[in-house]
């Protein structure tokens, strides 16, 4: 399965204020690999994970993920596609308040249609697999930074996503954690075999990738 974007061009903005997010980009990301996204701010890389998502439709070009191109579908067909194909993991975390950490991966599982009873074994493995199995029980405000990512990355890989898209997800930690966040991201892209991108200005994260963009500005990039 891969993910192959085909001279994408996003506009965002009106009249004066109107700007080119992404210019005639194409680029193909294998799964099992782990991408990291690299530039300055406004070179466009959160523009490149919305889109990859399906979050913003473009104004030009293909998204095809495993032969399905994103961007001609339905906006139901592409909710649909966030739900049970696509995992995401945001620099907050963007976890619920109210719920417990075994509840936010069921909440997750219940949003993409499945019974939260019927994953409920799944969800504590993958919690024990980024080493949270002691925390079920636990709300956000009671989880340290690195924690609480962690929960985000067990909730996006919880649908089994062909695409793990990740947002600066060391910004928020201290060094040790972010360390062991960026490895077990690489791990879980490797084991879980999903096409993963990593949005991100650290050179630890960049280091671990399988594969580097650069985006130079909001018009081009380059593979390193």
Same mark, same amino acid.
């Given at each position: !399965?891969?993910?192959? =974007? /085909?001279?994408?061009?996003? +506009?965002? #903005?009106? *009249?004066?204020?109107?700007t080119?997010?992404?210019?005639?980009?194409?680029?193909?990301?294998q799964?099992g690999?782990?991408?990291?996204?690299? #530039?300055p701010?406004?070179?466009g890389?959160?523009? =490149? =994970?919305?889109?990859? *998502?399906?979050?913003?439709?473009? /104004?030009?070009g293909?998204i095809?993920? #495993? #032969?399905?191109d994103?961007?001609?579908?339905?906006d139901?067909e592409?909710?649909?596609?966030?739900?049970?194909?696509?995992g995401? !993991?945001?620099?907050?975390?963007?976890?619920?308040?109210?719920?417990?950490?075994?509840?936010?991966?069921?909440?997750?599982?219940?949003?993409? *249609?499945?019974?939260?009873?019927?994953?409920? @074994?799944?969800?504590?493995?993958l919690?024990?697999?980024?080493?949270?199995?002691?925390?079920?029980?636990?709300?956000p405000?009671?989880?340290?930074?690195?924690?609480r990512?962690?929960?985000?990355?067990?909730?996006?890989?919880l649908?089994r996503?062909?695409?793990?898209?990740?947002?600066?997800? +060391?910004?928020?930690? @201290?060094?040790?954690?972010? /360390? @062991?966040?960026?490895?077990?991201i690489?791990?879980?892209?490797?084991?879980?075999?999903?096409?993963?991108?990593?949005?991100?200005?650290?050179p630890?994260?960049?280091?671990?990738? /399988?594969?580097?963009?650069? !985006?130079?500005?909001? !018009?081009?990039?380059?593979?390193?």
């Amino acid at each position: !399965m891969t993910l192959c =974007l /085909d001279d994408i061009t996003v +506009t965002l #903005g009106r *009249g004066a204020y109107r700007t080119t997010a992404l210019r005639s980009l194409s680029a193909v990301f294998q799964e099992g690999l782990l991408t990291a996204l690299v #530039g300055p701010s406004g070179s466009g890389k959160s523009t =490149l =994970l919305a889109v990859a *998502g399906a979050l913003l439709r473009p /104004d030009e070009g293909q998204i095809l993920l #495993g #032969g399905t191109d994103l961007a001609a579908l339905s906006d139901r067909e592409r909710a649909r596609a966030r739900r049970t194909r696509i995992g995401y !993991m945001f620099q907050s975390g963007n976890l619920l308040t109210g719920l417990t950490t075994e509840e936010q991966l069921l909440a997750a599982a219940s949003v993409a *249609g499945h019974r939260p009873r019927a994953v409920r @074994d799944r969800a504590r493995d993958l919690l024990a697999e980024v080493g949270l199995a002691h925390r079920l029980r636990h709300r956000p405000d009671q989880l340290s930074g690195g924690e609480r990512q962690r929960v985000a990355l067990a909730r996006a890989l919880l649908v089994r996503p062909e695409l793990l898209l990740v947002d600066e997800p +060391t910004a928020a930690v @201290d060094r040790t954690r972010a /360390d @062991d966040l960026t490895r077990l991201i690489a791990r879980t892209t490797h084991e879980h075999g999903c096409v993963t991108l990593v949005a991100t200005h650290d050179p630890v994260v960049v280091e671990a990738a /399988d594969r580097t963009i650069v !985006m130079l500005d909001h !018009m081009s990039a380059s593979t390193v």
